[in-house]
């Protein structure tokens, strides 16, 4: 049997002294999606970046591809996950195109630079997020949701099999918040990618993901299926509030009381 794109084994994630998540056993194959969801400070974040092999687990394992992340040397890892964190930070200016060509960096030597091919996948992935004629701008002169869609893009150009999205709809409008959850569908249902995503909204979530994650911010986990952990209970529970579920045509949003 294929081995899990993304695998986690007894892990434990710990900050600031606080478990946040204790004893998570979980498996990612190609063609999934997972989204996670929790309050504020429940460790979502901290949890992707474990996942990304960025943050040592407090107790446990992570395995990409069936592998360690402690077997795989980190040019190895990057052609196999590509990780969005929350914050895009620029502290020097640099071209649109320059930054997304930063993506094809794994797939080169030490000393080589990027081919014409480089340039060709990264010019896709612009237009792929509408920002094509984006390529001379400086990313310092962009908007928020703008340096957003670079940032995907970059992901796009790295061409891995397996995305960890933390928050990827951050700063998106309408319009572009669809077709970046598209885009990793398309991703996931085409091309067999696993795409694990940070995400507020239970009903995306619902839409778009197979397998949904509940972070309780207390050691304790929920997964499973999408129809199973979106429910006006749990997420009651999850967020503390409570949630009124309305469904039309087989889609779920929920709604405060």
């Known amino acids: 049997m294929t081995a899990p794109l993304l695998e986690a084994r007894g892990l434990k994630v710990a900050v600031g002294g606080r478990t946040v998540v204790d004893g998570l056993d979980l498996a990612l194959f190609a063609g999934q999606s997972l989204a996670i969801l929790g309050r504020n400070g429940a460790g979502k974040s901290t949890l992707l970046s474990t996942l990304a092999g960025l943050w040592a687990p407090a107790a446990g394992e992570v395995r990409l591809g069936g592998e360690p992340y402690a077997a795989l040397p980190p040019r ?4 196999r996950r590509a990780w969005l964190g929350q ?9 649109v195109l320059e930054t997304v060509l930063t993506g094809r960096h794994p797939h080169l030597g030490r000393w080589q630079w990027e081919s014409s091919e480089d340039a060709r996948i990264a010019r896709e992935a612009l237009a792929a997020v509408g920002l094509t004629g984006m390529e001379e701008r400086e990313v310092q002169t962009l908007s928020g949701g703008e340096r957003q869609r670079v940032a995907i893009a970059t992901l796009l150009a790295q061409a891995a099999g397996l995305y960890l999205l933390d ?6 409008d309408l319009n572009h918040q669809m077709a970046v959850l598209e885009l990793f569908a398309g991703a996931a249902r085409d091309c067999g990618a696993g795409v694990v995503m940070v995400l507020h909204d239970p009903g995306l979530a619902h839409r778009y993901c197979d ?4 972070v309780g911010g207390d050691g304790g986990t929920e997964l499973g299926s999408a ?3 979106l429910t006006a209970d749990r997420l009651s529970r999850l967020y503390g509030y409570r949630l009124r579920l309305v469904e039309a045509d087989g889609r779920r949003c929920f709604i405060p009381e």
Request: charged letters at 25%; hydrophobic letters at 45%.
């Open 167 to 172: 928050e990827p709809l951050s700063h998106l």
């Open 87 to 95: 914050v895009q930070a620029d502290p020097f200016s640099a071209g």
């Open 227 to 229: 129809d199973d952990m």
């Open 76 to 79: 190895e890892a990057a052609r």
């Open 211 to 214: 397998r949904v994650l509940l």
